[in-house]
């Protein structure tokens, strides 16, 4: 489990496509402390740790199914794109963000982003499917960032992205086209299908 707090900026430093995707993901961590077999959210994607090296050049590799792929913006990674990197949630962590698991649901598209004071507002564009999920003061995760929805209309909801949060995550080099992983606030999950009965 996750919070939405990323905690490094990682880059994609190889990709091979063999029966599945395996990726190496360069990484600030202490790579020590990362065991195998370990999760690290990849842009808000839980993948399992297969193989590590530490020294200068700190790195992690994971495996991604085709599943995976087909739900997430993972197919269109390239070495050298930066990726939000979250370790999980210990017992006894400060929890900062929301309930994220990890399970990316889809994706969106970036819309429009403007000024708004020193902050940015964004506006996504959801699938049909997963909008009616999203409230105005709920919580989204976009590539593993923990983000509250300031308002919803139909298939698109806008955020405020904070200069802080621009600085410390890949935000700051989104521009409009740009899709993002999303994962829906599990709580709305659950909520809706006890609803539905």
Not at 35 to 49: D, P
Not at 84 to 113: A, C, M, Q, W, Y
Not at 122 to 135: E, G, Q, R, S
Request: glycine share 12%; proline share 4%; charged share 25%.
């Amino acid at each position: 489990m996750f919070t939405g707090l990323v905690s490094d900026v990682g880059e994609i430093r190889r990709i091979e496509k063999r029966g599945d995707t395996h990726l190496t993901i360069a990484t600030h961590f202490d790579i020590d402390a990362v065991g195998m077999g370990a999760s690290i959210a990849c842009a808000g994607i839980c993948l399992t740790v297969v193989g590590k090296g530490k020294g200068k050049n700190r790195w992690f590799s994971v495996t991604a199914s085709g599943e995976t792929l087909s739900k997430t913006t993972m197919g269109k990674w390239k070495v050298g794109d930066p990726v939000n990197l979250e370790k999980p949630l210990r017992v006894g962590d400060e929890f900062g963000g929301h309930i994220v698991t990890g399970h990316v649901d889809g994706t969106v598209e970036l819309v429009s982003l403007k000024p708004d004071g020193e902050s940015l507002r964004m506006t996504f564009k959801a699938p049909a499917a997963l909008a009616k999920y999203i409230a105005p003061k709920g919580s989204v995760a976009l590539d593993g960032v923990s983000l509250t929805v300031n308002e919803a209309k139909g298939r698109t909801f806008g955020v405020n992205i904070i200069p802080h949060t621009a600085e410390v995550t890949t935000f700051g080099r989104l521009k409009p086209g740009m899709k993002l992983n999303l994962e829906i606030d599990p709580l709305a999950r659950y909520l809706a299908r006890l609803v539905k009965g």
